[in-house]
T-cell receptor
Framework: NAGVTQTPKFQVLKTGQSMTLQCAQDMNHEYMSWYRQDPGMGLRLIHYSVGAGITDQGEVPNGYNVSRSTTEDFPLRLLSAAPSQTSVYFC???FGPGGYTFGSGTRLTVV | AQRVTQPEKLLSVFKGAPVELKCNYSYSGSPELFWYVQYSRQRLQLLLRHISRESIKGFTADLNKGETSFHLKKPFAQEEDSAMYYCALSTNAGKSTFGDGTTLTVKP
């Protein structure tokens, strides 16, 4: 039982590049979310999903896309990276609202 | 809109002293409230949820709907409690909002 697995752990992108942050969970959780963590700003919700095929926007969705084709996977796509997207990204999952299990995070730097 | 406020960014206490980390929320419906903890170089982990009314690592939190608060308390702080603490609110629609966090330092 691996829990929530995020890849990669570290990534450096150039401005304008695109990439996908991967998130997978093996706990059969319906709820999954993506957050970014910036110094002094806590965790801000980017996108979330309450089941396969269902996604919704959080507080800071601009510049990011998600899809949920399976229960296990919830990838986050950066369409055209900007320096403002430099952050630590966390994926989380749970059976119901809240009570999340978190991944170990992806540290992204956009230069 | 839902909002979680943690008024203290930093909190420092001595070992053995009581500690209270404040959390206030705003939400028009019936929220579920949680506390999460992030120790140095570790991932975020769930500490408490209000519906279970449990004590974890000596911490308790009571939901006060009148004051819209969910403060985290421990009667005797330990050095290993030093960490970042986040309060979070979740709705039935699956949206979870976190506060900005409080960094707790327990001095020897």
């Amino acid at each position: 039982n691996a829990g929530v697995t995020q890849t990669p752990k570290f990534q450096v992108l150039k401005t304008g590049q695109s990439m996908t942050l991967q998130c997978a969970q093996d706990m059969n959780h319906e709820y999954m979310s993506w957050y970014r963590q910036d110094p002094g700003m806590g965790l801000r919700l980017i996108h979330y999903s309450v089941g396969a095929g269902i996604t919704d926007q959080g507080e800071v969705p601009n510049g990011y896309n998600v899809s949920r084709s399976t229960t296990e996977d919830f990838p986050l796509r950066l369409l055209s990276a900007a320096p403002s997207q430099t952050s630590v990204y966390f994926c989380a999952s749970s059976f119901g609202p809240g009570g999340y299990t978190f991944g170990s995070g992806t540290r992204l730097t956009v230069v | 809109a839902q909002r979680v406020t943690q008024p203290e960014k930093l909190l420092s206490v001595f070992k053995g002293a009581p500690v209270e980390l404040k959390c206030n929320y705003s939400y028009s419906g019936s929220p579920e409230l949680f506390w999460y903890v992030q120790y140095s170089r570790q991932r975020l982990q769930l500490l408490l949820r209000h519906i279970s009314r449990e004590s974890i690592k000596g911490f308790t939190a009571d939901l006060n709907k009148g004051e819209t608060s969910f403060h985290l308390k421990k009667p005797f702080a330990q050095e290993e409690d030093s960490a970042m603490y986040y309060c979070a609110l979740s709705t039935n629609a699956g949206k979870s909002t976190f506060g900005d966090g409080t960094t707790l330092t327990v001095k020897p």
